[in-house]
Protein backbone atom coordinates (compact mmCIF):
# COMPACT_ATOMS: atom_id res chain seq x y z
CA UNK A 1 0.00 0.00 0.00
CA UNK A 2 1.50 3.39 -0.79
CA UNK A 3 2.45 5.94 1.75
CA UNK A 4 0.43 8.52 0.72
CA UNK A 5 -2.79 7.60 -0.01
CA UNK A 6 -6.12 9.73 -1.65
CA UNK A 7 -9.88 8.85 -1.37
CA UNK A 8 -9.56 9.72 -4.97
CA UNK A 9 -7.25 6.82 -5.80
CA UNK A 10 -8.91 3.95 -7.51
CA UNK A 11 -8.61 0.32 -5.94
CA UNK A 12 -8.94 -3.16 -6.56
CA UNK A 13 -12.00 -5.73 -5.17
CA UNK A 14 -11.47 -8.96 -6.45
CA UNK A 15 -11.49 -8.25 -10.49
CA UNK A 16 -12.95 -5.29 -10.19
CA UNK A 17 -11.86 -1.25 -10.34
CA UNK A 18 -13.74 0.67 -8.18
CA UNK A 19 -12.98 4.22 -9.38
CA UNK A 20 -12.22 6.00 -5.84
CA UNK A 21 -12.22 4.92 -1.84
CA UNK A 22 -15.83 6.51 -0.23
CA UNK A 23 -18.65 4.24 -0.56
CA UNK A 24 -22.31 4.22 0.40
CA UNK A 25 -22.77 2.08 3.09
CA UNK A 26 -26.06 -0.64 3.07
CA UNK A 27 -29.40 1.29 4.90
CA UNK A 28 -31.75 -0.80 6.27
CA UNK A 29 -35.17 0.09 4.49
CA UNK A 30 -33.64 3.35 2.78
CA UNK A 31 -30.83 1.88 0.69
CA UNK A 32 -32.93 1.15 -2.61
CA UNK A 33 -31.54 2.04 -6.36
CA UNK A 34 -32.76 6.01 -6.15
CA UNK A 35 -31.10 6.25 -3.32
CA UNK A 36 -27.62 4.68 -4.16
CA UNK A 37 -28.01 6.57 -7.63
CA UNK A 38 -28.04 9.81 -5.77
CA UNK A 39 -25.26 8.79 -3.67
CA UNK A 40 -23.51 8.00 -7.47
CA UNK A 41 -24.23 11.64 -8.71
CA UNK A 42 -22.70 12.85 -5.92
CA UNK A 43 -19.29 10.67 -6.53
CA UNK A 44 -19.81 7.31 -4.48
CA UNK A 45 -17.39 5.05 -6.22
CA UNK A 46 -19.83 2.39 -4.98
CA UNK A 47 -23.07 1.85 -3.28
CA UNK A 48 -24.89 -1.29 -1.26
CA UNK A 49 -28.42 -2.00 -1.25
CA UNK A 50 -30.29 -2.12 2.19
CA UNK A 51 -30.31 -5.60 3.01
CA UNK A 52 -32.03 -8.41 1.64
CA UNK A 53 -33.61 -11.72 2.69
CA UNK A 54 -31.87 -14.87 1.06
CA UNK A 55 -34.85 -16.33 2.27
CA UNK A 56 -37.25 -14.07 0.47
CA UNK A 57 -34.85 -14.57 -2.97
CA UNK A 58 -34.74 -18.20 -2.68
CA UNK A 59 -39.00 -18.08 -2.64
CA UNK A 60 -38.84 -15.43 -5.25
CA UNK A 61 -40.84 -13.05 -2.64
CA UNK A 62 -42.31 -10.67 -5.92
CA UNK A 63 -41.82 -7.96 -3.48
CA UNK A 64 -38.55 -8.27 -2.57
CA UNK A 65 -37.58 -9.41 -6.26
CA UNK A 66 -39.01 -6.56 -7.79
CA UNK A 67 -38.36 -3.83 -5.74
CA UNK A 68 -35.36 -4.46 -3.45
CA UNK A 69 -33.60 -6.28 -6.34
CA UNK A 70 -34.21 -3.85 -8.34
CA UNK A 71 -31.03 -1.99 -10.11
CA UNK A 72 -31.35 1.02 -12.62
CA UNK A 73 -29.02 1.22 -15.42
CA UNK A 74 -27.99 4.97 -14.29
CA UNK A 75 -26.61 3.36 -10.94
CA UNK A 76 -23.97 1.86 -12.80
CA UNK A 77 -22.48 4.49 -14.17
CA UNK A 78 -19.51 5.69 -11.96
CA UNK A 79 -18.62 2.63 -9.94
CA UNK A 80 -19.86 -0.81 -9.17
CA UNK A 81 -23.49 -1.87 -7.28
CA UNK A 82 -23.31 -4.09 -4.72
CA UNK A 83 -26.48 -5.96 -2.97
CA UNK A 84 -26.13 -7.25 0.37
CA UNK A 85 -28.08 -9.84 1.49
CA UNK A 86 -28.83 -11.54 4.99
CA UNK A 87 -29.33 -14.99 5.88
CA UNK A 88 -28.16 -18.25 8.21
CA UNK A 89 -29.29 -20.74 6.04
CA UNK A 90 -26.13 -22.18 3.39
CA UNK A 91 -28.06 -23.13 1.11
CA UNK A 92 -30.92 -20.60 0.85
CA UNK A 93 -27.68 -17.52 0.55
CA UNK A 94 -26.16 -19.93 -2.47
CA UNK A 95 -29.42 -19.93 -3.93
CA UNK A 96 -30.37 -15.97 -3.34
CA UNK A 97 -26.04 -15.11 -4.45
CA UNK A 98 -27.20 -16.83 -7.77
CA UNK A 99 -29.94 -14.97 -8.25
CA UNK A 100 -28.58 -11.54 -7.32
CA UNK A 101 -25.62 -12.59 -9.86
CA UNK A 102 -27.86 -13.28 -12.13
CA UNK A 103 -30.02 -9.72 -12.17
CA UNK A 104 -26.83 -8.12 -12.66
CA UNK A 105 -25.32 -7.04 -9.39
CA UNK A 106 -21.65 -6.23 -9.48
CA UNK A 107 -21.12 -7.41 -6.16
CA UNK A 108 -22.96 -9.35 -3.05
CA UNK A 109 -22.08 -8.37 0.42
CA UNK A 110 -23.08 -10.79 3.20
CA UNK A 111 -24.80 -9.24 6.65
CA UNK A 112 -22.85 -10.00 9.69
CA UNK A 113 -23.31 -7.44 11.79
CA UNK A 114 -26.95 -5.94 12.08
CA UNK A 115 -27.63 -5.86 15.37
CA UNK A 116 -31.54 -5.93 15.28
CA UNK A 117 -33.23 -8.52 17.68
CA UNK A 118 -35.67 -9.75 15.20
CA UNK A 119 -32.60 -10.28 12.49
CA UNK A 120 -30.64 -12.01 15.15
CA UNK A 121 -33.37 -13.87 16.66
CA UNK A 122 -33.06 -15.99 13.05
CA UNK A 123 -29.76 -16.51 13.31
CA UNK A 124 -28.40 -14.17 11.23
CA UNK A 125 -26.83 -10.54 11.04
CA UNK A 126 -24.75 -10.06 14.21
CA UNK A 127 -25.71 -13.50 15.76
CA UNK A 128 -23.75 -15.31 13.27
CA UNK A 129 -20.60 -13.86 15.02
CA UNK A 130 -21.28 -16.31 17.94
CA UNK A 131 -21.34 -18.76 15.25
CA UNK A 132 -18.08 -18.75 13.43
CA UNK A 133 -18.67 -22.38 11.21
CA UNK A 134 -21.96 -21.45 10.63
CA UNK A 135 -20.77 -17.93 9.07
CA UNK A 136 -17.92 -18.90 7.44
CA UNK A 137 -20.12 -21.66 5.64
CA UNK A 138 -23.20 -18.58 4.71
CA UNK A 139 -20.15 -17.02 3.19
CA UNK A 140 -18.73 -19.42 1.02
CA UNK A 141 -22.04 -20.36 -0.12
CA UNK A 142 -22.40 -17.19 -1.29
CA UNK A 143 -18.95 -16.98 -2.71
CA UNK A 144 -20.28 -20.72 -4.55
CA UNK A 145 -23.46 -19.12 -5.56
CA UNK A 146 -21.98 -15.60 -6.90
CA UNK A 147 -19.73 -17.77 -9.51
CA UNK A 148 -21.86 -17.21 -13.01
CA UNK A 149 -21.55 -16.86 -16.80
CA UNK A 150 -20.58 -13.50 -16.09
CA UNK A 151 -17.68 -14.98 -13.93
CA UNK A 152 -16.79 -15.26 -10.51
CA UNK A 153 -18.77 -12.08 -8.64
CA UNK A 154 -16.64 -10.69 -5.60
CA UNK A 155 -18.01 -11.35 -2.29
CA UNK A 156 -17.82 -9.14 0.83
CA UNK A 157 -18.97 -9.25 4.19
CA UNK A 158 -19.85 -6.27 6.86
CA UNK A 159 -19.16 -6.75 10.58
CA UNK A 160 -19.01 -5.83 13.41
CA UNK A 161 -16.27 -6.08 16.10
CA UNK A 162 -17.68 -8.65 18.27
CA UNK A 163 -21.21 -9.03 20.12
CA UNK A 164 -20.68 -7.20 23.47
CA UNK A 165 -17.93 -4.38 24.31
CA UNK A 166 -14.62 -5.59 24.69
CA UNK A 167 -15.52 -8.34 22.31
CA UNK A 168 -13.37 -9.16 19.01
CA UNK A 169 -15.28 -12.32 17.85
CA UNK A 170 -15.84 -10.09 14.74
CA UNK A 171 -11.58 -9.50 13.99
CA UNK A 172 -10.81 -12.99 14.24
CA UNK A 173 -13.91 -14.00 12.54
CA UNK A 174 -12.69 -11.76 9.29
CA UNK A 175 -9.66 -13.66 9.29
CA UNK A 176 -11.32 -17.27 8.28
CA UNK A 177 -13.99 -15.61 5.84
CA UNK A 178 -11.22 -14.32 3.53
CA UNK A 179 -8.53 -17.31 4.54
CA UNK A 180 -11.59 -20.13 4.72
CA UNK A 181 -14.64 -18.70 2.52
CA UNK A 182 -12.68 -16.62 -0.40
CA UNK A 183 -14.43 -13.55 1.17
CA UNK A 184 -12.64 -10.80 -1.59
CA UNK A 185 -12.75 -8.03 1.92
CA UNK A 186 -14.43 -7.07 4.60
CA UNK A 187 -16.44 -4.06 5.81
CA UNK A 188 -15.62 -3.48 9.30
CA UNK A 189 -17.79 -1.48 11.74
CA UNK A 190 -15.66 -1.09 14.79
CA UNK A 191 -18.38 -1.31 17.36
CA UNK A 192 -20.06 -3.72 19.18
CA UNK A 193 -23.81 -5.11 18.51
CA UNK A 194 -24.73 -4.34 21.70
CA UNK A 195 -23.70 -0.41 21.46
CA UNK A 196 -25.73 -0.13 18.19
CA UNK A 197 -24.75 3.41 17.02
CA UNK A 198 -23.75 4.63 20.19
CA UNK A 199 -20.27 5.11 21.55
CA UNK A 200 -17.06 5.61 19.90
CA UNK A 201 -15.81 3.20 17.36
CA UNK A 202 -12.44 0.85 18.17
CA UNK A 203 -9.97 2.67 15.19
CA UNK A 204 -7.07 0.74 16.70
CA UNK A 205 -8.82 -2.44 16.21
CA UNK A 206 -9.93 -1.49 12.86
CA UNK A 207 -6.18 -0.58 11.96
CA UNK A 208 -4.85 -4.09 13.48
CA UNK A 209 -7.92 -5.40 10.92
CA UNK A 210 -6.01 -3.39 8.28
CA UNK A 211 -2.45 -4.40 9.09
CA UNK A 212 -3.14 -8.25 9.48
CA UNK A 213 -5.63 -9.37 6.58
CA UNK A 214 -4.32 -10.13 3.57
CA UNK A 215 -8.08 -8.10 1.86
CA UNK A 216 -8.67 -5.00 1.71
CA UNK A 217 -10.87 -3.66 4.65
CA UNK A 218 -13.44 -1.06 4.06
CA UNK A 219 -13.87 1.23 7.49
CA UNK A 220 -17.75 2.07 8.67
CA UNK A 221 -19.05 3.76 11.72
CA UNK A 222 -18.92 6.90 12.75
CA UNK A 223 -18.04 8.85 9.78
CA UNK A 224 -20.93 11.05 10.01
CA UNK A 225 -18.96 14.35 8.86
CA UNK A 226 -15.71 14.61 6.34
CA UNK A 227 -13.29 15.83 9.03
CA UNK A 228 -13.64 12.37 11.21
CA UNK A 229 -13.87 10.48 8.18
CA UNK A 230 -10.47 11.64 6.53
CA UNK A 231 -8.83 11.36 10.14
CA UNK A 232 -10.35 7.77 10.17
CA UNK A 233 -8.82 7.26 6.66
CA UNK A 234 -5.80 8.01 8.02
CA UNK A 235 -5.54 6.58 11.04
CA UNK A 236 -6.35 2.71 10.12
CA UNK A 237 -4.77 2.79 6.41
CA UNK A 238 -8.72 1.05 5.54
CA UNK A 239 -8.81 0.81 1.68
CA UNK A 240 -12.25 2.69 1.50
CA UNK A 241 -14.65 4.50 3.72
CA UNK A 242 -18.32 3.31 3.53
CA UNK A 243 -20.84 6.18 4.48
CA UNK A 244 -24.04 6.17 5.84
CA UNK A 245 -26.37 7.72 8.46
CA UNK A 246 -23.85 10.66 7.76
CA UNK A 247 -25.59 11.20 4.25
CA UNK A 248 -28.84 10.82 4.93
CA UNK A 249 -30.30 14.06 3.45
CA UNK A 250 -26.64 15.18 2.89
CA UNK A 251 -25.44 13.66 -0.40
CA UNK A 252 -22.99 16.62 -0.28
CA UNK A 253 -20.75 14.52 2.18
CA UNK A 254 -19.69 12.65 -1.20
CA UNK A 255 -18.69 15.48 -2.76
CA UNK A 256 -16.69 17.24 0.23
CA UNK A 257 -14.84 14.30 0.73
CA UNK A 258 -13.72 13.47 -2.68
CA UNK A 259 -13.43 17.19 -3.94
CA UNK A 260 -11.58 18.44 -0.45
CA UNK A 261 -13.89 21.57 -0.27
CA UNK A 262 -16.36 22.43 2.54
CA UNK A 263 -19.40 24.02 1.85
CA UNK A 264 -22.85 23.64 3.47
CA UNK A 265 -25.67 23.31 0.66
CA UNK A 266 -27.67 26.75 0.07
CA UNK A 267 -31.58 26.35 0.69
CA UNK A 268 -32.61 26.03 -2.85
CA UNK A 269 -29.78 23.02 -3.52
CA UNK A 270 -31.72 21.22 -0.82
CA UNK A 271 -34.95 21.72 -1.70
CA UNK A 272 -33.96 20.92 -5.41
CA UNK A 273 -32.30 17.58 -4.07
CA UNK A 274 -35.80 16.93 -1.88
CA UNK A 275 -37.41 17.60 -5.37
CA UNK A 276 -35.54 15.11 -7.46
CA UNK A 277 -36.24 12.43 -4.52
CA UNK A 278 -39.68 12.66 -4.46
CA UNK A 279 -39.33 12.76 -8.07
CA UNK A 280 -37.18 9.04 -8.34
CA UNK A 281 -39.79 7.52 -5.02
CA UNK A 282 -42.68 8.12 -7.36
CA UNK A 283 -41.00 6.42 -10.00
CA UNK A 284 -40.23 3.74 -7.81
CA UNK A 285 -43.26 3.19 -6.03
CA UNK A 286 -46.07 5.04 -7.73
CA UNK A 287 -47.71 8.25 -5.89
CA UNK A 288 -49.89 7.32 -3.12
CA UNK A 289 -47.24 4.36 -1.56
CA UNK A 290 -44.25 7.54 -2.58
CA UNK A 291 -46.45 9.80 -0.32
CA UNK A 292 -46.11 7.10 2.70
CA UNK A 293 -42.77 6.44 2.15
CA UNK A 294 -41.16 9.96 1.97
CA UNK A 295 -42.27 11.13 5.47
CA UNK A 296 -39.26 9.02 6.60
CA UNK A 297 -36.81 11.30 4.55
CA UNK A 298 -38.21 15.09 5.69
CA UNK A 299 -36.55 15.33 8.79
CA UNK A 300 -33.14 14.26 6.68
CA UNK A 301 -33.13 17.14 4.53
CA UNK A 302 -35.43 20.31 6.76
CA UNK A 303 -32.56 20.25 8.98
CA UNK A 304 -30.35 21.39 6.27
CA UNK A 305 -32.83 24.36 5.28
CA UNK A 306 -31.60 26.20 8.36
CA UNK A 307 -35.08 27.45 9.20
CA UNK A 308 -35.93 28.81 13.30
CA UNK A 309 -36.99 26.03 15.81
CA UNK A 310 -40.39 27.37 15.23
CA UNK A 311 -40.70 26.98 11.72
CA UNK A 312 -38.91 24.45 11.04
CA UNK A 313 -41.51 21.91 13.75
CA UNK A 314 -44.47 23.47 11.54
CA UNK A 315 -43.34 22.35 8.46
CA UNK A 316 -42.72 19.09 9.43
CA UNK A 317 -45.41 18.22 11.25
CA UNK A 318 -47.60 19.81 7.81
CA UNK A 319 -45.14 17.71 5.79
CA UNK A 320 -45.86 14.13 7.86
CA UNK A 321 -49.76 14.86 7.95
CA UNK A 322 -49.65 15.31 3.87
CA UNK A 323 -52.43 13.22 2.73
CA UNK A 324 -50.70 13.85 -1.04
CA UNK A 325 -47.47 15.14 -2.67
CA UNK A 326 -49.45 17.93 -3.81
CA UNK A 327 -49.68 18.73 -1.00
CA UNK A 328 -46.05 18.04 -0.06
CA UNK A 329 -44.73 20.42 -3.13
CA UNK A 330 -47.24 23.00 -2.30
CA UNK A 331 -45.66 23.40 1.21
CA UNK A 332 -42.21 22.56 0.23
CA UNK A 333 -42.95 25.99 -2.53
CA UNK A 334 -44.05 28.13 0.62
CA UNK A 335 -40.44 27.21 2.35
CA UNK A 336 -38.65 28.36 -0.57
CA UNK A 337 -39.76 32.03 0.17
CA UNK A 338 -37.36 34.12 2.68
CA UNK A 339 -37.87 32.88 6.31
CA UNK A 340 -36.18 33.75 9.73
CA UNK A 341 -32.90 31.41 10.07
CA UNK A 342 -32.01 29.52 13.20
CA UNK A 343 -29.01 31.63 15.27
Known amino acids: MPLTRSLTDPWRLGPL???????????????????????????????????????????????????????????????????????????????AAAHVARVGADVIDINMGCPVAKVQKTGAGAALLDDPDRAVAVARAAVDGAASERGALPVTVKLRSGLHPGDTSGFELAHR???????????????????????????????????SLPAPVILTGGLSDAASAREAFADTGAAALMLARGTLGNPWLFTELLGGGQRQPTRAEVLSELDWTIERAVEHLGAERATRYLRKFYPWYLQRLCLDAESAKRLQSSLQAADTLTEVRRLLDRSRQPVAVAT
Not at 47 to 75: F, Q, W
Open 17 to 95: EVPNRVMLAPLAGIGNWFVRLQAKRYGAGMTVSEMVSSHAVHYGNVKTCTEMLRIDPREREGGPVSIQLFGEDPEMMRS
Open 177 to 211: LVAEAGVAAIAFHPRSAAVQHRGVPDYELAARLVE
